[in-house]
């Protein structure tokens, strides 16, 4: 067993350990995964992010660095810069950032002061805690408003946006978010972020991949920066980047390092360059579109059967299902769906009646399982499954749980995840 463990120092060294990672790389491979911001990073990402350049320092930037024996370290985070570069089109890219919200932090040090008034879309409507929402940081060191969705069709209502920037005047206005399943209008934003005189940015964790895929509009002729994480649909090693025009290199730079972070994490910098160049390749483009057509797939399917989809579909790799037509909260339905296999979080509806811990919907999206291979084909027997183990949860029937989880080991098996061993 130990000879063709795939871990045997780790199991030699700390075997307790060594068994919780090998129960991941079995939940991993057994599971639906249908949480909308997690992947399956290749094999090759995840040995670029598991290499020895995790024992260099290496503060500052290429060519000028404040620690010596960089020959390598310089070309590996040189090389990741030029690829993201060349990936999104931008003058400029930071690869430092060490997750998604230190980068957007890094943002907010580069161009405002602790009390500036800044927007960006609520929480509970699909904005992310970053954007000025009262919990994070942002939303006490800075003054946040924010604005929502339409009640009617859950979408943006740009107007509304509009009114709400020239009132308020944000030294930054975010675009993107968390929960959002229609596609964002970043030139209707930068014409409101122009009229406003705010810095505009894309946050596109959740989409960068599709954008690198061409399977949604790319921001970069829009937006001051894009920021993004790695993770995602991009399907990188968890990471982020700060991207934007040559006016603004010096300051993002300067907020990355020494603004808020020491030493960059250059294993991390070095999966995300394989990211990056696998991302470029048209296979990734075929990736990112097939992202977009299973969650088409899947709303429909799911519309089918008689679910309430947010904004009645999707126009990227994420839907928002409201739970409440079949009384069951979506905390409810996430913990049994779990018990069946398929992993999903719960998550708040916009204009949700119940609290955030125990809110109304479930967000699904379909980056894992197009990783997988699985196609529009499949979607009909995914959104089976949910409606059965929403149905299961409702009678609190443990059985049909059970049969689900069997049935969906059987087509995971048949599927097998990138990086993961074969079972
Ligand atoms: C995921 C996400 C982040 C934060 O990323 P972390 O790496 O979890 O800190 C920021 N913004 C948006 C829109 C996200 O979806």
């Avoid at 399956?40 to 620690?67: D, I």
């Amino acid at each position: 067993m130990s000879a063709n463990h795939r871990h045997p120092a780790l199991l030699s060294t700390d075997p307790e350990l060594a068994s919780f990672v090998t129960a991941e790389e079995t939940l991993q491979a057994e599971t639906l995964r249908l949480i909308p911001s997690e992947n399956y990073v290749s094999a090759a990402v995840l040995e670029a992010s598991g290499t020895v350049l995790q024992n260099k320092y290496s503060e500052g930037y290429p060519g000028r660095r404040y620690y010596e024996g960089q020959q390598n370290i310089d070309r590996v985070e040189a090389l990741a810069v030029e690829r993201a570069k060349g990936l999104f089109g931008v003058d400029h890219a930071n690869v430092q950032p060490y997750s998604g919200s230190p980068a957007n932090l890094a943002v907010y040090l580069a161009f405002a002061k602790p009390g500036d008034t800044v927007m960006g879309m609520a929480l509970p409507m699909g904005g992310h805690l970053t954007h000025g929402w009262g919990v994070s940081a942002t939303g006490s060191w800075f003054r946040g408003v924010q604005y929502g969705v339409r009640a009617d069709d859950g979408r943006i209502d740009y107007d509304e946006v509009r009114d709400l920037a020239l009132k308020e005047r944000p030294k930054i206005l975010f675009c993107g978010g968390t929960a959002l399943p229609r596609t964002i209008d970043f030139e209707a934003f930068a014409s409101i972020a122009a009229e406003a005189g705010s810095i505009l940015v894309a946050d596109v964790a959740h989409i960068a991949g599709l954008i690198a895929g061409g399977a949604h509009p790319s921001p970069a002729d829009h937006v001051d920066v894009i920021s993004t994480t790695t993770h995602k649909t991009l399907r990188g090693p968890r990471g982020a980047m700060l991207m934007c025009r040559e006016e603004h290199a010096k300051a993002i730079d300067k907020a990355v390092f020494p603004g808020l972070q020491g030493g960059p994490h250059n294993q991390t910098t070095a999966g995300i360059a394989v990211a990056l160049h696998e991302a470029a390749q048209p296979s990734f483009t075929a990736y990112a579109h097939a992202v977009v057509a299973n969650a088409k797939a899947l709303a429909q399917a799911l519309l089918g059967r008689g679910f309430d989809l947010v904004s009645g579909g999707t126009d990227n790799h994420l839907i928002l299902m409201d739970l409440t037509s079949r009384g069951v909260p979506g905390k409810v339905a996430a913990k049994a769906l779990d018990r069946a296999g398929i992993v999903v979080n719960y998550n708040t509806v916009p204009f949700d009646p119940r609290k955030p811990f125990d809110p109304s919907g479930i967000r699904i999206g379909t980056p894992s399982l197009t990783s997988r291979g699985l196609t529009a084909a499949h979607m009909p027997v995914v959104a089976d499954w949910i409606s059965r183990a929403v149905d299961a949860a409702a009678a609190s029937d443990e059985a049909a749980l059970t049969v689900i989880r069997s049935e969906v080991t059987t087509l995971m098996s048949a599927h097998p995840a990138p990086g993961l061993p074969l079972s």
